[in-house]
């Protein structure tokens, strides 16, 4: 039967694309997708994204489990009657305190943000006085093939001497991965965007000077080695528009007055408050 549940669970989950689908039901209650995606969220630290993707279908497998056996468990603490215990009762009001002060104070202060406004004219004044913190520096989107050898170089340059457009593109990613010792071989030798200054000398000042999908005509020595570089794309330096960056802003002087107002708030309720020391012995 264990066994069965998990091929079971194995299936149901390659199969789920919504979030809110049903995977299984335990004795009429429903088991989510959502259910699943929130604990996994909960156990990475909102980081299962970032966990390889061969190991993702296993936690998935695992988590399910985890929630199917919580409610056979749950099931059976109703049955024998878990819940009209005194026990229970006791840790459960003292939960519900806990919950119930908790969530008045999440509340609360959720009112406190609300109700502060940040008006055209501050988010403007802000940013026109700091424009350099909306500046986004020149930056390319480059891809290399990483060799040992000088002569190995010249040979995927000669390779791809005769391609242009698409064809030059795909031809480099296709030796990228087969050809490079780098690690990002086998992503088609992508390094994505980066900013002057972010690679070492040699590499830096050449894909600079390169033009968009172009290929260099010499290989360029590095201490790593020899390396052919494509660059994809290239974005010249620009200042965010206000209307790009206004939300940000918003958020960014509404979270100081909202510091400045409960700072005010807390001096102003204990002062109201009667907060007595304990007895000293």
Known sequence: MK????????????????????????????ITQE????????????????????????FR????????????????????????????????????ERVKKE????????????????SNKELKNYYN????????????HARHILVKTESEAKDIINQLKSKKGVALKNKFIELAKTKSIGPSG???????????????????????????ETVTKQPVKTQFGYHVIYVEDKKAKKTRTFDEVKTFIEQRLKMEKFKIV????????????KIVPPLKK
């Not at 603490?77 to 006791?90: N, R, V």
């Open 61 to 96: 497998k695992q988590v399910l489990d985890s929630l199917i056996a919580k409610e056979l468990v749950y099931n059976d603490a109703k049955k024998i009657g878990t819940m009209k215990s005194k026990e229970f009762k006791e840790e459960y009001k003292k939960v519900q």
């Open 129 to 140: 006085s700091n424009k350099a913190e909306f500046d986004e520096k020149e930056s390319v």
């Open 186 to 212: 086998v992503k088609g030798g992508d390094l994505g965007y980066f900013s002057r200054g972010q690679m070492v000398p040699a590499f830096n000042d050449k894909v600079f000077s390169m033009k968009s």
């Open 35 to 58: 259910d699943v995606d929130t604990a996994l969220m909960n156990a990475t630290q909102g980081r299962f994204n970032q966990v390889p993707p061969e190991k993702q279908i296993e």
């Open 262 to 273: 409960m700072k005010n708030k807390m001096e102003s309720l204990t002062k109201k408050a």
């Open 3 to 30: 066994i069965a549940t998990r091929i079971l669970s194995t299936l149901l989950i390659t199969a789920s694309i919504a979030t809110a689908q049903t995977l299984v039901t335990v004795d009429g209650a429903k």
């Open 103 to 118: 969530l008045a104070i999440q509340v609360w202060q959720k009112k406190q943000l609300d109700a502060i406004k940040v």
